[in-house]
């Protein structure tokens, strides 16, 4: 049993971890925003097509470290040493793996002239830190100092705003000079930059930063992380690069990636939430499990939760799509009645963003019996059949083809992990949850469709999406969401997730 002060602990530590997430959210948007004002849609899907190919390669280059790093090094006698050796082998794999993406960026024919080779070498700079960063984060989850994570990545998402608030405040609208897509790109590297020295400068107070280079120690890290390194590869090729793709078999490559990249944004933010939150139950999930304490009910509530996720994501993505990408983008971006546009992807990419929570769900569990066999094996089927899928519907339909891909790759997985999930690690999941989720997503979605014929004009969606923020946590309550996380052990698995 988890004591009342660790459980404080844990609440604290999410809560602080929410709110990092949600105000990095709101920042990130505005971000937006200021690229999709600042540059033309030639070099804002230039700017989009180089983050989204080295999304690839940075998740590579994390190979699921982060994944096992909070319990080796909570459970080690020695954490600094366990640390230690963490930096040195997530240093390794990152030079490795973004070196790689340089050199194939650099010598790939159809992105010679194009201000891509460039932007891309400048934006390696994003993952690299920021891969460094969340190692020490492990150090502060550890010690439930996740304020300073909010601190750190907070003033990074301010300064990067600010500064590009500050090139639209200096007159820049829908500019074709290359030099403002660099400056754009080099703010967000500069951001990165300033992560990594605040989780340094925040680390070295807590506990002696020293790398260490310990092959057994290393191997056995290494060994540990490759389950899990494999399966978010897997989720890298199936759910990011069909960005790269368009890039590589489009000639219209900047335009397509200018108006689905932005929906992609919106897709990856929806995608980060359930990751964090499987993210915290994971090291409570497995410890129960290795205890052999029964597993069953923390599993029911956090599938719940990652059921009412995947409905107000695809809810607000489906119904509210041409409102929310007015919001982010400018007009130029939105569908024609003759061609589609950036609020056509976002509404495509709703299912997706559902069957993701499923997916990810799923994931984790099997990775808890250690299941990976299973898990991989869906996984490779998966890129398969989105690299197949791609490579014919992107050539002809270019992003809407991607959308499609996406939908018929999630509903696979989900489909076929869930199953799996339940037959290893059996949850308790009561009509009455069924029920309450159910009436939740019919609710919302009639409330938003109703609601759509109102949102006209800029200032309209504000205050829609603020009735929405206002409205949502009322909906929750009166549907009694609240009784399910109110009592005895209910009280301390809400707060552990």
């Known amino acids: ?23 990095m959210a709101a920042l990130s948007v505005i971000s937006v925003k200021f690229i999709a004002i600042g540059l033309s849609k030639e070099l804002a899907g230039a700017y989009n097509s180089a983050y989204g190919y080295l999304q690839l390669f940075a998740i590579l280059a994390d190979f699921g470290l982060y994944a096992v790093s909070v319990r080796e090094v909570s459970s080690s006698k020695n954490p600094e040493r366990v640390l230690g050796c963490l ?6 794999i990152a030079v490795l793996s973004l070196g790689t993406a340089l050199v194939i960026a650099w010598i790939v024919p159809a992105w010679y002239g194009t201000p891509l080779r460039i932007g891309i070498t400048i934006a390696s700079l994003v993952p690299f830190f920021t891969l460094l960063a969340g190692v020490l984060r492990t150090l502060f989850q550890v010690q ?9 990545e907070v003033t990074q998402r301010i300064l990067t705003a600010s500064l590009m608030g500050v090139i639209i405040f200096l007159g820049i609208r829908l500019s074709t000079d290359v030099s403002v897509y660099y400056s754009f790109i080099a703010i967000g590297a500069l951001g990165a930059v300033v992560l990594f020295i605040l989780s ?25 992380a490759m389950p899990y390194g494999v399966a978010f590869l897997c989720i890298a090729l199936y759910r990011q690069f069909d960005l790269t793709l368009i890039a590589l078999l ?18 990856e933010m929806t995608y980060i939430i359930p990751t964090f939150l499987l993210n915290s139950t994971l090291p409570i999930l497995a410890d129960r499990h290795d205890r052999g304490e029964k597993t069953d009910t923390l599993l029911g509530k956090t599938l719940f939760l990652i059921l009412l996720l995947g409905s107000l994501s695809a809810s607000f993505s489906i119904l509210w799509a041409r409102p929310l990408m007015g919001l982010l983008t400018t007009d130029a971006y939105l569908s024609l009645p003759s061609s589609p546009g950036a609020d056509t992807a976002l509404a495509l990419l709703g299912m997706p963003m559902f069957f993701n929570g499923i997916v990810l769900f799923s994931f984790y569990t099997l990775l808890t019996k250690h ?3 299973t898990l991989v094996s869906r996984m490779v089927i998966a890129v398969v059949l989105s690299l197949s899928l791609n490579y014919f519907l992107i050539a002809r339909f270019g992003f809407v083809g991607a959308t499609v891909t996406s939908t018929i790759v999630h509903l696979f997985l989900a489909a076929t992990l869930l199953p799996a999930a339940l037959r290893v690690l059996p949850i308790s999941f009561p009509v009455s949850y ?3 989720w159910v009436l939740f997503t019919v609710i919302l979605s009639v409330a938003l469709y109703l609601s759509l014929p109102l949102l006209t004009t800029t200032i309209a969606s504000v205050i829609g999406v603020v009735i929405a923020g206002v409205s949502l946590p009322i909906l929750a309550f009166s549907l009694g969401f609240h009784r399910m996380f109110a009592f ?8 552990q997730i």
């Open 434 to 436: 069924a029920v309450q």
């Open 200 to 224: 340094l400068f925040f680390s070295v107070r807590l506990t002696r930063i020293r790398p260490c280079f310990d092959r057994p120690l290393l191997t056995s890290l290494l060994k540990k």
């Open 250 to 267: 489009r000639d219209d490559f900047a335009i397509q990636n200018a108006e689905y990249g932005f929906a992609s944004r919106i897709a």
């Open 87 to 92: 930096i040195v082998l997530r240093s390794i």
């Open 488 to 495: 005895g052990r209910a009280s301390e698995d809400i707060a």
């Open 1 to 23: 049993m988890i004591s009342p002060m660790s459980t404080r602990q844990i609440a604290t530590s999410t809560l602080w971890q929410i709110g990092s997430q949600l105000t």
């Open 371 to 373: 299941a990976w066999q």
């Open 144 to 152: 439930y100092k996740m304020h300073l994570v909010f601190i750190a």
